[in-house]
């Protein structure tokens, strides 16, 4: 078949046959490498193949060809269309039959021939009427049975569709609707009359959508019929022609009914991995893998307790045969003892450390006293003369089994350090942990998984599952180990492929790989910062006005220095050493003057600046100090001025 122009193609395609399988044979190409333009392709490469699967008609444009005016008509135009009388031959009896709108139904109808003609021994002059009754098929081959008049009566014909001549329709013209026309092979070509347009022969150019499958291409490609290009058809060639079209492993997650299924991978995941295992690098370009279906397992995530390489991170399915036994969990603040709350169990804690309450009117606690966690309620407190209301937490407190329980409340920003009092000996599953514990808690395997080959999990002293989550996975193997199945994310691991024409094998039991799979740090960040939290932030302590340093911090446990420095005592000659009677040379000006601390077993020691006696540096003058250094301040903060100090020093010195 000789290439034609794509628009040529279209308007001689026969809809009823397809699909129809195209090769490009010149491709057109738009500046800019524009490929897609208002969701119409338009740039073909030479060599590319379209497998037409419909039309869609856009627009009509009526022309005239002895005037050239063209008109567009509506796509719902009630005019009727004839055959001009100018134009009525066909080649063959097979055009004159398929010219037919109406197509083999419309029968008998009547034609003539523009020729003599002999068939058969039987002699029809031109002009003489021949009617065709019916259409039977002999050996894959089309003939027509007819019959017309001679000399001696009725005569019956058997002329095979590939019959040649000139054949034209006689007796009264038929009018056709234009979806009739545009229905006909044949009459899509021919010159029409319409007398409701014009009094000339009128040819109708119809413009479609074409609608085909490419290769590499997700959705149907929609193409102008009007696109510069030649094609030929190469349908017969391109049987077993297969038309990749590529998908997303998020978007096979939402297909039904279609598994199990073999694909091919594309191209692998962009992003850094999100699990630490051994099948995240098979994943690549060329591999192919067996999708066995969807998922319905839920997951726990998981830490251990900080080691050498600090805590790792875990997801684990409710698959885990393992067993696990509660700890004790630990809460740092008053605050995150509300945790517990409203879950209908009773929360009994220790208090690890001495905690001093940051309001004047609410308890401080002391190491060892127990506490029952209430509920939360509200209170009246005193700040900078103020009464404020504040949250705070109600709890019964003993400090032992002989003494009665009292009741106190405490801020949400008290920090501390509180331990859960567990009693609970009692060996759980995972899922009976979610079904009767809250989450977050503490536990320990005390069972491994013996269907796993090393379940890392046994080696940790201490596990926090965190939460639940229910993300669906799909269950996943690669065709050269069937068996052995992994459950990849498709929301988090996202990857193109497409469905190979190779069948599944037999489904067969499998080897689950998934049930304990270690995240990477990164990733476990990322988790936390997509799952949803109503949780308020903690409540921010009060001020504190004990102590101000040089650039107005404000600090607490250190007392202000204003008393002045004493004069130095003077030294006899005979007491004086080589040292001291060289006097010191002068600092510069830029120069930090930092006090020199004598060391002392007595952590509240005092420690001489000239002749003054200085309370030494508490602890949390000590933190802001060091902070201000580490974090590049230019600032030099001192426990009083002891840059005067120290000029009154020196000036006694040289005067002495």
């Known amino acids: ?71 567009e008509l509506p796509l719902n135009f009630k005019g009727h269309f004839q055959p001009s009388r100018d134009k009525l031959s066909y080649m063959s009896l097979k055009k004159l039959v398929r010219s037919r709108p109406a197509g083999l139904q419309d029968m008998p109808f009547a034609f003539a021939s523009a020729v003599d003609l002999t068939v058969d021994g039987q002699f029809i002059p031109k002009g003489q009427p021949i009617s065709l009754l019916s259409v039977a098929r002999h050996e894959g081959q089309e003939f027509a049975n007819c019959t017309t008049m001679g000399k001696d009566g009725q005569h019956l014909l058997c002329l095979p569709f590939s019959f040649q001549g000139q054949f034209c329709e006689c007796s009264g013209q038929p009018s056709y609707t234009l979806s009739q026309v545009l229905e006909s092979e044949a009459m899509r070509g021919q010159r029409l009359k319409c ?4 009094r000339h022969s009128l040819l109708l150019c119809p413009v479609y959508e074409v609608q085909a499958i490419m290769h590499m291409r997700k959705e149907v490609v929609k193409i102008p ?25 998020s978007e096979v997650l939402r297909l039904e009914g279609a598994f199990p299924m073999q694909a091919e991978i594309l191209e692998g995941p962009e992003y850094p991995p999100i699990f630490e295992n051994d099948w995240i690098p098979h994943l690549q370009k060329g591999q192919k893998i067996q999708i066995h279906g969807k998922s319905c397992a839920w997951r726990i995530l998981a830490s251990s307790s900080k080691g050498r390489r600090g805590s790792r991170h875990f997801l684990l399915s409710n698959t885990y045969q393992g067993k696990f036994r509660r700890r004790p969990r630990e809460f740092p603040t008053v605050f995150d003892l509300t945790t517990s709350l409203g879950m209908g169990k009773c929360l009994r804690v220790v208090v690890t450390k001495d905690c001093e309450s940051t309001e004047e009117d609410l308890p401080s606690l002391s190491m060892g006293d127990r506490l029952e966690v209430l509920h939360l309620a ?52 995972l899922p009976e942990i979610v079904e009767q514990l809250q989450l977050p808690c503490e536990v320990k395997v005390t069972t491994k998984d013996s269907s796993l080959a090393n379940d890392i999990l046994g080696s940790f002293s201490a596990l926090r599952l965190e939460a639940r989550i229910t993300e669906p996975f799909l269950v996943t193997s690669l065709c050269e180990a069937p068996s052995v199945s992994f459950q990849i994310p498709p929301q988090w691991l996202d990857m193109a492929l497409f469905f190979t024409e190779e069948p599944a094998p037999p489904q067969t039991a499998l080897t689950d ?30 001020k504190r006005k004990d102590f101000r340093d040089k650039a107005g911090t404000q600090l607490s446990g250190a007392k202000e220095v204003t008393e002045k420095p004493k004069p130095l005592p003077p030294l006899s000659k005979s007491k004086r050493t080589p040292e001291e009677s060289v006097p010191p040379s002068p600092k510069p000006r830029n120069a930090r003057s930092r006090p020199i601390v004598r060391s002392s077993p007595n952590e509240y020691s005092p420690h001489r600046i000239g002749s003054q006696m200085v309370p030494k540096p508490t602890k949390p003058f000590k933190e802001a100090r060091d902070a201000n250094v580490s974090d590049g301040s230019d600032h030099d903060y001192e426990l009083i001025d002891d840059i005067k100090t120290t000029d009154k020093m020196q000036k006694a010195v040289l005067h002495y």
């Open 225 to 249: 019929s009007t696109l510069e290009v030649d094609v030929e058809d190469v349908t017969e060639e391109s049987q077993h022609t297969h038309f990749i079209k590529p998908l997303m492993l």
């Open 513 to 542: 790989r998934s049930k304990v799979e270690e995240l990477t740090e990164s990733f476990y960040y990322h988790l936390l910062k997509l799952m949803p939290s109503n949780e308020a932030p903690p409540p921010r302590p009060p």
């Open 378 to 429: 509200k209170t009246q407190v005193r700040r900078q003369a103020e009464h404020k209301s504040i949250e705070v937490l109600l709890c019964s407190r003993s400090s032992g089994e002989d003494e009665e329980s009292e009741q106190l409340m405490l801020p949400l920003d008290l920090e501390g350090g509180f331990v859960e009092e567990v009693s609970d000996s009692r060996r759980y599953s």
């Open 1 to 71: 078949m000789e290439p034609l122009s794509f628009q040529e193609y279209i308007l001689s395609l026969d809809i009823a046959s397809l699909p129809r399988v195209l090769k490009v044979c010149s491709g057109v190409y738009f500046q800019g490498s524009v490929y897609e333009v208002g969701g119409r392709e338009c740039c073909l490469s030479t060599g590319d193949l379209i497998k037409i699967t419909g039309l869609h008609l856009q627009k009509i444009t009526c022309e005239d060809p002895e005037t050239g005016q063209a008109t």
């Open 195 to 198: 007398s409701a347009l014009s």
